[in-house]
């Protein structure tokens, strides 16, 4: 066991690590926040009449005018941004220190905005590519071929 410990350590470095949490992060931002799809990969649906209305006349306080045109979870920027990487020596993700409270909000809304949740963390695409340079780097030591992954994001 304990060197299997060590072994872990060496392939799954905190160095591989802070790289995956970084390479997510901008994954995540990408498919929610630019692209506008949520957790599932749908596309999210059209505001209401009057939130979209001043939303694309770029009428709401400390709005960022780069996204009134657009359906994203972007208003002011603040939630996009407050998406941060972490990484350990045991872990990686993304966790929104200040502004999480909005994803619950989201949700909620109607229509729905789901960036992510407890049955889907990530967009499906996300999770495969984790998975697959998580198992790749893995796969340098026998010892590792049936190991489980588990993903979780943090609010």
Same mark, same amino acid.
Not at 16 to 38: C, P, W
Not at 111 to 132: A, C, F, G
């Given at each position: ?134 198992? &790749? ?14 993903? &979780?994001?943090?609010?």
């Amino acid at each position: 066991l304990n060197q299997r410990v060590r072994t872990l350590e060496k392939m799954l470095s905190k160095s591989f690590m802070t790289k995956m949490a970084l390479k997510t992060r901008k994954e995540y931002v990408e498919h929610i926040f630019e692209k506008g799809r949520d957790v599932y990969d749908k596309p999210f649906k059209p505001y209401s009449t009057v939130y979209g209305k001043a939303k694309r006349a770029n009428k709401i306080k400390r709005q960022s005018s780069g996204y009134a045109q657009r359906v994203t979870p972007v208003l002011t920027g603040d939630l996009k941004n407050d998406a941060k990487p972490f990484s350990t020596a045991t872990s990686f993700g993304i966790k929104f220190a200040a502004h999480g409270g909005k994803i619950d909000v989201m949700e909620k809304m109607n229509p729905k905005r789901v960036l992510t949740h407890d049955n889907q963390p990530l967009p499906e695409d996300m999770i495969d590519s984790i998975v697959k340079d998580v198992d &790749k780097e893995m796969s340098k030591d026998k010892l590792f071929k049936n190991e489980t992954i588990k993903i &979780k994001m943090k609010k």
